[in-house]
């Protein structure tokens, strides 16, 4: 059995609820055959979010890490290609924290590719019926600092991990006035579960070569 541990957002900027996190609770509750997955709620809040997923990676010990962010506006699923070493906040996180071009990590590298295969992980998305697209900027906020977080703890503390960071879009109870994409929290987690039976399968730096990059 591949051990996984997946996380999401606590709500944040005013929002009731966070569809990362209603999604991880859903594959942790029915996860893929093959598969056991543990998910934990983080904070949103820079620096004790790291913490949160340190903890949680000590105590269950996993195979794979797929850490969750709500993108609203974005129309589909996004896996994330590369974290950034910087924590620039348009809004205060949970705790009214608001840095401006701090490091997520003092001394740390410029940045952290994923250790997921991201193209690989758009077709299962996709195959499953959930729209996708691979994502080069996870932002500057917390989810950026999760993602950027999770490189540097597999890469300093739990080499034998793999993980790597998606986004996901607005729930429709989100969208009130119908102008933005969303889709329902049931659906994204049908195509997670796709997503972590291919990461699984797929042995570590190995990933499909196809053209899933941006003019812009």
Known sequence: MTRVLITGFAPFGGESVNPSWQAASLVAADPPAGLTVTAIELPCVFGKSIDAL????????????????????????TVERVAVNVDDARI??????????????????????????????????REAGVPAAVSNTAG???????????????ATRFPGVRGGFVHVPWAPEQVTDGTAAALEPAS???????????????????????TEGATH
């Open 54 to 77: 340190r903890d949680a990676i000590r105590a269950s010990a996993p195979d794979l890490v797929l850490c969750l962010g709500l993108a609203g506006g974005r129309p589909g699923v």
């Open 92 to 125: 205060p996180d949970n705790a009214g924290n608001q840095p401006i071009d701090e490091p997520v990590v003092p001394g740390g590298p410029a940045a952290y590719f994923s250790a997921l295969p991201v193209k690989a992980c758009v077709a299962a998305l």
């Open 140 to 154: 500057t906020f917390v989810c950026n600092h999760v993602a950027y977080g999770l490189g540097h703890l597999i």
């Open 188 to 210: 994204v987690a049908r195509g997670l579960r796709a997503l972590l039976v291919t990461a699984a399968d797929i042995p570590a730096g190995q990933d499909l070569k196809v």
